[in-house]
């Protein structure tokens, strides 16, 4: 079994589980947020959608530097619920293709995160994909629970039941 077989059951188990806490994301409280350090909840809710997008140039690219020296940033916006969702579910779509085209070569090949210029870690694609987007999004999706239970957002099954499942 090729190495993408083995990622792309979780990958789209994580990608579906995501995509129904991000439909539950209250348009009217996009801007609330739990404390004067964190990000808003439309704020998070974005860069959640995003995150799949990394997927992708984790493929296409062999690097990626989150601050480049020369400035710009992409930092995603929230518009509406509906515009989140869609666009969680283009990057899932085209991140999704470039896993299930590559080889084992391509997961082994090197990938590093930089910051302004400097090396933060250099792993195998098939390790930034487990990390960097698959853990890095369950990290976000997590926080984003806190936010919606806070806002009082029934929240759905993650991993099993969540209090707010009718069994």
């Not at 809710?45 to 710009?72: C, K, Q, Y």
């Amino acid at each position: 079994m090729s190495i993408s077989a083995t990622v792309l059951p979780e990958f789209d188990r994580e990608m579906a589980t995501t995509r129904t806490m991000l439909e539950r994301v209250p348009e009217e409280r996009a801007t609330w947020t739990p404390h004067a350090k964190s990000w808003t909840m439309g704020e998070l809710a974005a860069h959640i959608a995003n995150l799949p997008r990394l997927g992708l140039i984790t493929m296409e690219a062999d690097e990626l530097d989150v601050s480049p020296p020369n400035g710009g940033s992409n930092s995603p916006r929230f518009d509406s619920t509906a515009d989140l969702v869609r666009r969680f579910d283009d990057n899932v779509k085209k991140a999704r293709a470039a896993i299930e085209s590559a080889s084992d070569s391509d997961m082994m090949e090197p990938w590093t995160l930089r910051r302004a210029g400097k090396t933060i870690w250099t792993l195998p694609r098939a390790a930034v994909l487990r990390s960097f987007i698959l853990s890095h999004m369950i990290h976000h999706r997590g926080q984003l629970s806190v936010y919606l239970r806070l806002n009082d957002v029934p929240l759905p099954p993650v991993y099993g039941p969540s209090a707010d499942t009718k069994v």
